[in-house]
């Protein structure tokens, strides 16, 4: 079973337009992570946040965290083509940091 | 090595055939993780190693699965008598340290399919 749910499922937009997506999950986590998968290709970490923070940024990513909710979102701004891609949020409960991925958000930006 | 490597990358398997799966972690990294990823979706986990130990292996989907990590370091993923249903890419990711703020680094991955 999966811990976490993306949405949308599927986004499409143009180059230069931000890319929102969202994430909730369903028991109390230490951290929340974003992967990104290009097809074919294994998981790149992008970004962490852990369970007291609720904002954090990287380049141009953006990640909010709302434990009450229990939801987060990453949102990816200026988008370029080479953001083309799947991302995952992960969870993890637990004290050794096994993770549990949703079944992620498929991105493609447009020239 | 620079990064985590997976081999073979694909697999193709009869039905019923045994399979071996190997993953090269980053060297120094103590916590080893498998998943499976079935096509569409996101990973789904299979076992955790801390060096040598198999700390939980509760992802495993039946007996015909088995890893290993006898040195603490390369870890092996088998799977007995292969099914359809097998088919998936196998994911490893190793992560430094067994904190909980650790970022776990993933390998390419092995895409198994079972004919």
């Known amino acids: 079973s999966q811990q976490g749910e993306e949405d949308p499922q599927a986004l499409s937009i143009q180059e230069g337009e931000n890319a929102t997506m969202n994430c909730s999950y369903k028991?109390?986590?230490?951290?929340l992570q974003w992967y990104r998968q290009n097809s074919g290709r294994g998981l790149v970490h992008l970004i962490l946040?852990?369970?007291?923070?609720r904002e954090k940024h990287s380049g141009r990513l953006r990640v909010t965290l709302d434990t009450s909710k229990k939801s987060s979102s990453l949102l990816i701004t200026a988008s370029r083509a080479a953001d083309t891609a799947s991302y995952f949020c992960a969870t993890d409960d637990n004290s050794w940091g096994k993770f549990q991925f949703g079944a992620g958000t498929q991105v493609v930006v447009t020239p | 090595g620079a990064g985590v490597s997976q081999s073979p990358r694909y697999k193709v398997a009869k039905r019923g055939q045994d399979v071996a799966l190997r993953c090269d972690p980053i060297?120094?990294?103590?916590?080893l993780f498998w998943y499976q990823q079935a096509l569409g979706q996101g990973p789904e986990f299979l076992t955790y190693f801390q060096n040598e130990a198999q700390l939980d292996k509760s992802g495993l989907p039946s007996d015909r699965f088995f890893a290993e990590r006898p040195e603490g370091s390369v870890s092996t993923l088998k799977i007995q008598r292969t099914q359809q249903e097998d088919s998936a890419v196998y994911l490893c990711?190793?992560?430094?340290?067994?904190?909980?703020?650790?970022?776990?680094?993933f390998g390419q991955g092995t895409r198994l399919t079972v004919v």
């Open positions: 990711a190793s992560s430094l340290s067994t904190g909980k703020l650790t970022e776990a680094f």
């Open positions: 946040i852990r369970s007291n923070e």
């Open positions: 060297s120094g990294h103590v916590s």
């Open positions: 028991t109390s986590i230490n951290n």
